[in-house]
């Protein structure tokens, strides 16, 4: 069986690949274990980017997994809560107060966290992700993940001109 996370490194920080079947408490566990040795290698960085893939979080998982990753060493980019943030690889967050129209391709790293439907002309590539609780329309192709409705609503979709990713 391979591991319940998987840590993979970009030029703005890391992805966890985290399966849906692991435990909070084994994803901390397998994060101190892997990560336990790199103290000194984070100490003097500029803060990273941290992005997650594959199982759906909770905001108190999340919490727990960044601040596991602080006591690590890592130096994660600070965040904040908005309406609607769209989070670049610094982690820097562009703030809308409206609807959510979105010109460009959503890039490895990157991802949208809209309350309302988000339409992107451009593409959402591999280890991007989106997430709304309206719809997502994508007028490109889907490499990455899109989830509508991803607080409860049931009548929502996505729809991409080109799928080839997680929905």
Not at 70 to 97: A, F, S, V
Request: proline share 2%; charged share 25%; hydrophobic share 35%.
């Amino acid at each position: 069986m391979s591991s319940p996370v998987i840590i993979k490194g970009n030029k703005w920080g890391i992805t966890l690949i985290i399966r849906e079947e692991a435990s909070i408490d084994s994803i901390i566990s397998i994060l101190r274990a892997k990560l336990h040795n790199t103290k000194s290698y984070y100490k003097n960085i500029r803060p990273i980017s941290i992005t997650f893939e594959g199982k759906k979080l909770t905001e108190d998982e999340t919490d727990a997994i960044l601040c596991t990753l602080r006591e690590i060493g890592l130096n994660i980019k600070p965040t904040q809560t908005t309406k609607y943030t769209i989070k670049d690889n610094h982690g820097d967050q562009l703030q809308c107060t409206e609807g959510l129209f979105f010109i460009g391709d959503i890039k490895s790293g990157h991802s949208i966290d809209a309350t309302e439907s988000v339409v992107i002309l451009g593409n959402v590539d591999t280890g991007a992700a989106v997430y709304s609780e309206g719809n997502i329309i994508i007028i490109g192709e889907l490499k990455g993940y899109a989830e509508s409705g991803y607080k409860g609503r049931k009548d929502t979709f996505v729809y991409s001109l080109i799928s080839g990713g997680n929905m």
